[in-house]
DNA sequence: CGCACGGTTGACCTGTATCAAGCCGGGTGG
DNA sequence: CCACCCGGCTTGATACAGGTCAACCGTGCG
């Protein structure tokens, strides 16, 4: 069977409950159904979509893990954020009609993809799924408030300590431990997120690993205290 | 006349084509001023919510400056923005029906009151509203990005460059000068925006003003060579 | 097996922060 | 109307976090 052709079908998929409202009538649910157009794989290293093209659908990550990243005419880029199962891309497409920055897949992935027409029409019709793509795009802004946060008043420490801890909480909401993860991105890439370059991101990781709180082996970090990585983000030495 | 109960209309307001749809027709025109429930005044330093407040309305400025900030727990805080009118602040708190960043007035403010409930039972008939409001989040998240960009990949001077050429092009939109503006802010709110001490913005002034770029008086402002800044958010020199 | 890419580590440099002193200008009270 | 005061701004001297450059290592893929 062709997996282009496969019937999706939100109403049992496991990742539901991350990607739609909850609380839908069995009706409402069949409908919902139908805004899954179909699915897209991604290989690693692919695009899901390039600045500059145009918009037409979101797309759920259904497995694999992405980074988008917006580049200045200079050459340079900067990965505004990791994306994993269950979470939503392409939002920045609706304002202009195309796509303001890139989405790569860092393993290979498998998107649902929803027109975004027909998520308007159906979402005029489903108050549900009306005010949750609201909600999608409200949490969006305030992760990005967070992200501003971090760039406009961490230190390269606390910078890191909390992308993990994010991570990690990330994954721990899909069924992942607490304490250990393989990273899906280079040094590079996180510090790019981090506004850092990766010699430092390197060796912050290295003075973790140093002071005990976490064991590090390449992509693999299991995190040992947990607690003081808390501190670290709350920044506790005086700040005036 | 009571201004609380001025029957305000968006029909004819001179805002209307930066906050409200266009190509819309009297009819629907005339539903999209039921929106508005009232207006509210807030003085200059008073604060329009507050991180942690229910969330209930998004607010379209009609005169005034506003700043919105997020806190951390240690108090750290970070200025996520400055907004000024036609433009649309409130979207932080649809997610968790609870504001995530406070709105700060930075000159005495007058904004319309649009409870979002409303917005969205209104945006389920008339489509052009619907999209609107979609634009007007994705509008958002690609600001951001842009800020993302600006904090985690810039210098000093770009970010400053770039914020003054930002500022004074979205004053040109409402019809003030392209090359003239008068800093609503000071210079420790516009560091804490751009990631920066206030020294630090201050000596970035004084270089500018010095390299001739631009006449600094305070908080008046004259761009005296926009290609210069331009050249300078450009990162001319190279950058490998 | 070997190459190439990603990661680590060291030495040194620089941009920005920090600390500190003084200035400017607008608002207030005598 | 002037003097004073205070918040905001500027400027200088110095410190330091993180960037840069460079060498080397490790590992996984072809």
Redesign the interface.
């Known amino acids: 069977m062709n997996p282009q052709t496969i019937k999706v079908a939100c109403s049992n998929c496991n990742l539901r409950e991350l990607c739609m409202p909850v609380g839908m009538s069995d009706e409402q649910l069949q409908r919902i159904d139908d805004i899954v157009a179909t699915r897209r794989k991604v290989k690693r290293g692919g695009t899901l979509f390039h600045s500059g093209e145009p918009f037409t659908s979101l797309y759920a990550i259904r497995t694999g893990f992405f980074k988008t990243l917006?580049a200045?005419?200079?050459?340079?880029?900067?990965?505004?954020g990791f994306q994993m199962a269950g979470e939503i891309i392409g939002?920045?497409?609706?304002?202009?009609d195309h796509h303001?920055?890139d989405a790569v897949a860092l393993e290979d992935a498998d998107v649902c993809v929803m027109p975004f027409d027909r998520i308007?029409e159906l979402?005029?019709?489903v108050?549900a799924l009306?005010?949750h793509?609201?909600?999608?795009?409200?949490?969006?802004?305030?992760r990005?408030?967070?992200?501003?946060?971090l760039?406009?008043?961490m230190r390269a420490e606390e910078r890191l300590a909390a992308f993990l801890l994010n991570l990690v909480q990330r994954l721990h909401a899909r069924g992942f431990s607490q304490s250990e993860l393989v990273l899906r991105m280079t040094r590079e890439e996180i510090g790019?997120?981090?506004?850092l370059k990766l010699e430092t991101v390197s060796r912050t990781f290295s003075k973790f690993a140093e002071e005990g709180v976490m064991e590090v082996k390449q992509r693999h970090v299991r995190i040992l205290d947990t607690q003081a990585l808390q501190r670290i983000v709350?920044?506790?030495q005086a700040?005036q």
Chains 1, 2 share one sequence.
Do not use: A, F, P, W
């Open positions: 917006v200045t005419e200079d050459g340079r880029d900067q990965v505004t939002l920045d497409g609706i304002v202009n303001t920055c308007e979402s005029r019709e108050n009306q005010h793509v609201h909600k999608i795009m409200s949490r969006e802004i305030v990005e408030h967070g992200v501003i946060l760039l406009g008043s790019s997120y981090l506004g709350n920044h506790q700040c």
